[in-house]
């Protein structure tokens, strides 16, 4: 009897689409990961739409609406493994500054019509509303971390994705420290790995775009960071980029507030 392939579904929420963009942009595999799985339902790539249960969900975006409350559990309770991908849905995503200020504040400021608008106050990531099985960081997504993990799940293994920091990355692919050798600001050392080390390659600092690390020291680095000349409200605002919602730099923000 043939074997029936795992279905994948990738869900939209909240978001840029640019994390689905990195599935697409898998050209060379894509084949192969059309061969491995059913892909059931990918709205970004084709309407057609095959009904669940699915084996596996990518999740992007984070809950902002009332609506998308209700539809991450329905998403939840179809799939038997839920994945997280970028920023918006692991941590709420840079449209989480919305949670600094009070909603009606803000409707107001950015819409004529802010009667038609129904949001909740807050955006925030899929883990505080289901339970999720795994989180994959970035804005967006690494895609060889994205074949990582599609790979380990469909093989029954935890995903081999680096959890050190992206100061690691520069050491081992021997990339010139921008912040000791050019006094740049530089999230490096408090951020996730995972990138390939884009910013420091390209000569500027990094701007925690994958989160922070799991241990971050954010005290050490707002003093280096205050040394090379950052005043209290440049800190602030530094934490608060895409990835401002996440616990280390939330928390470091308002330090300096
Ligand atoms: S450039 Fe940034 S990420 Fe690279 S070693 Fe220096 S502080 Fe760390
Ligand atoms: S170096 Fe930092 S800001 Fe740049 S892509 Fe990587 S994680 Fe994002």
């Keep these: 009897m043939a074997s029936r392939r795992p ?33 059931a339902y990918f709205l970004e790539a084709s309407r057609a739409e095959v009904a669940g249960p699915y084996d596996i969900s990518l999740v992007e975006g984070s809950i902002t609406t009332p609506q998308e409350a209700e539809r991450i559990r329905r998403v939840r309770a179809q799939s038997r493994m839920l994945i997280t991908i970028g920023a918006c849905a692991t941590t709420g995503g840079i449209q989480a500054l919305k949670n600094l200020r009070p909603l009606d504040d803000l409707v107001r400021a950015v819409y004529a019509h802010p009667e038609y608008i129904d949001s909740l106050a807050t955006s925030t990531p899929v883990l505080d509303h289901v339970r999720v099985d795994f989180e994959l960081h970035g804005c967006p997504i690494n895609k060889y971390q994205l074949l990582e993990v ?80 950052m005043d209290q409200r440049e800190l602030q605002h530094y934490y608060r980029l895409f990835t401002n919602n996440a616990p280390a730099f939330r928390e470091a923000s308002e330090t300096h507030d």
């Excluded at 380990?152 to 912040?179: D, H, W």
């Design 150 to 229: 599609l790979s380990a799940t469909l093989n029954g293994r935890r995903p081999n994705v680096p959890t050190y920091s992206q100061c690691i990355e520069c050491k081992l692919s021997g990339t010139v420290c921008v912040m000791v050798s050019q006094g740049k600001a530089c999230l490096g050392p408090v951020t996730q790995a995972g990138c390939g080390n884009l910013c420091p390659t390209c000569d500027r600092g990094c701007f925690g775009c994958f989160g922070p690390v799991e241990t971050a020291n954010t005290q050490a680095l707002s003093a280096r960071l205050k040394a090379l000349g």
């Design 7 to 39: 279905k994948l579904a990738v869900w939209k929420f909240s978001s840029c689409d640019g994390c689905q963009l990195s599935l697409l942009a898998c050209e060379d595999e894509l084949l192969a990961i059309a061969d491995a799985v059913e892909i």
